[in-house]
Every structure is written in C-alpha cells, then in structure tokens.
C-alpha cells in the first residue's frame, strides 16, 4: 500500500441534483482531531466550511475511546476499512447509518516493477543500499512508522536472535518518527545488547540490518523507491501488535 507518512486533507466539489456542494475527505485523522473542539493541538479539520463532513479513520483495538461515538456522530458520514471497523464504531455509539466500509486501496500503477534503467538511476543515489544489498540471499522488508504498536521491538529481537552475520540475509526498515525524535539504529542496538549483554563488539554477532528513513532528512529515500524495494523482498514482515484492517 502507498503510504504517505502523514494525515492528508481532500476538498473537492461534486455535483447533486443541480448544486455544487463541498465535500471534506479526513484521511487517516482520528476523531480527537476534528471540528473547533479538538482534543489536541493539530491544524483546522475541516479547514472550511463544508455542506458534507466525511470522516475517514479506524481504530486499532474492539472499543473506541471514550468520546469518539458522538465526536464520530457529527459527521455526516465515516468511512472505515473492515466490517470489523464497522463494528467497531457501531459498538462505541456511532450511528450505523452514517458508517460505510470502503476498503483500503492500491494503486498498481505506482507499485508497478521499475524498469532496469529507473531501477539503475535509484541505486546510483544509494550506494549504501546497493552494498548492503549485494550477494544477499535472503531480503526482509519491513515498512512501519516508529511506535510500540508496530512491533519494532519484536522484529529487532526475532531478526537478531534468528540470524547471524553468516546467514547471508538483510532486514531494510523504512520508518519515521511518530510524535517522536527517536534515533532508530540506538534503539536497535539497544535491542541487541539485550539480547548478547556479556558482547563487547556487538556488530560482530549481528546479522545486517539497515534502516531507512521515510521522512525529510540527510538520508530519506524517496517514495520513488518503494516499488523497487517489494520488488526485490523475499519476504514483506509486520510484526505488528493491532491493525484497524
């Protein structure tokens, strides 16, 4: 799935029975972050004055969060992911009228394989992920912002006490931060010297690992390079604690 990293807004106008109306698109917001009364500092949604509010959004456990249900109610309608979504919300006083399950999308033209010279011009930009890359037998991909609920952890200390630095494998994360200034490869290590307190040269019973920022910054990858990189994996790994899908 395409996925930008970050809450998007819609507006756009549609045409019913003769009148324009304005239609506001919430995606991937939470209800706390709606109308005048927010529940935390985040920018104006919706941004204008509307004729229809259509929330977008999910939640990732069987009950919503005291307030949601009439927070949820003031729209004119919600769209989640799942029937279990539906449920969900239905469950937490949402109005079952209002809520319609439109599942999650891909977009096959933007994951299509890229070409070898496109595929060439990317690698050329990276040179640690080409040397990273080489000869390996074995390619993990994880993509995931950086929170507990992703599993991070998890993945760290299954990949690191499974493999070692002869297994002939590579685990590529690509993540940001998430309210959050964390540096990824300290954590990981942290992980590791967990794992193997009485090792003094950690690196040496590690098997290779490399993680990718997602978000601006000296090293980001561009989005250009996520089809490149489900391509070339043996294997896509969510170690994952909760989903809303």
Known sequence: MRNTYQSLLFV?????????????????????????????????CPSSPSSILIGRTMFETSNLPDGWGERT???????????????????????????????????????????????????????????????KETVFLSVFKWEKRKGWDLLLKSYFSTFSPHSNTLLIIVTSNYHSNHNFYKLAYQIAKFLYPKEDDIESVLPEFLILSSTSSPN??????????????????????????
């Not at 019913?16 to 991937?28: C, G, M, Y």
């Not at 919600?78 to 279990?84: D, I, L, Q």
């Open 12 to 44: 756009t106008q549609v045409r019913v029975d003769d009148v324009f109306v304005s239609l506001i698109f919430i995606d991937a917001l939470e209800p706390g972050a709606w109308f005048e009364d927010a529940l935390f500092s985040t920018p104006p």
């Open 73 to 135: 109610n003031r729209l004119d309608m919600v769209w989640v992911p799942t029937s279990f979504q539906k449920g969900v919300f239905e469950k937490g006083g949402v109005e079952g009228s209002k809520i319609h399950v439109i599942g999650e999308a891909v977009d096959p033209i933007f994951l299509s394989p890229p070409s070898p010279s496109s595929l060439t011009q990317l690698m050329n930009q990276f040179p640690h992920l080409q040397e990273a890359l080489e000869g």
């Open 220 to 245: 980001a990858i561009p989005q250009s390079l996520l089809p490149f990189l489900y391509s070339l994996a043996h294997a896509v790994v969510l170690p994952t604690r909760g989903e809303g899908f």
